[in-house]
C-alpha cells in the first residue's frame, strides 16, 4: 500500500522559510520520481520541483529557482521542500507526488496548506 505524507505547512511572512516533508512508503524508490506540486485558490495544480530518487538529479519551475530546494533522505524514505525568500504568491496547498520516472506521477499525499502573509 502506498502511502505519502506530507507535513511542514503553515504561516510564514514574505521573505521568510518553511521546509516540507513528504513520508513516503510502499513504492519502488529506485525506479521513481518525486515531485512537489501547488495548487493555489481558483488556479490549476502546477509543477514546483521534481527529484529522481535514484541520484538524485533536480528539476525546479521557473518561478521557484534559486529559491527552493528539493532532497531526498534514502534512510528515512522522506523527500524535502525547502523553501527560502517565500513571496504572497507560493501561497497554495502543496501536493507531494510520485510515479515511474518518465510515466507521469500516480502517487499523490493529501496535501499541505502553505500561507504566505506580505
Known amino acids: 500500500q502506498v502511502q505519502l505524507v506530507e507535513s511542514g505547512g503553515g504561516l510564514v511572512q514574505a521573505g521568510g522559510s518553511l521546509r516540507l516533508s513528504c513520508a513516503a512508503s510502499g513504492l519502488p524508490f529506485s525506479s521513481y520520481t518525486m515531485g512537489w506540486f501547488r495548487q493555489a485558490p481558483g488556479k490549476e495544480r502546477e509543477f514546483v520541483a521534481a527529484i529522481a530518487w535514484s541520484g538524485g538529479s533536480t528539476d525546479y519551475a521557473d518561478s521557484v529557482k534559486g529559491r527552493f530546494t528539493m532532497s531526498r533522505d534514502i534512510a528515512k524514505n522522506t523527500v524535502y521542500l525547502q523553501m527560502n525568500s517565500l513571496k504572497p504568491e507560493d501561497t497554495a496547498v502543496y501536493y507531494c507526488?510520485?510515479?515511474?520516472?518518465?510515466?507521469?506521477?500516480?502517487?499523490w499525499g493529501q496535501g499541505t496548506q502553505v500561507t504566505v502573509s506580505s
Open positions: 507526488a510520485g510515479g515511474y520516472s518518465g510515466k507521469g506521477y500516480t502517487y
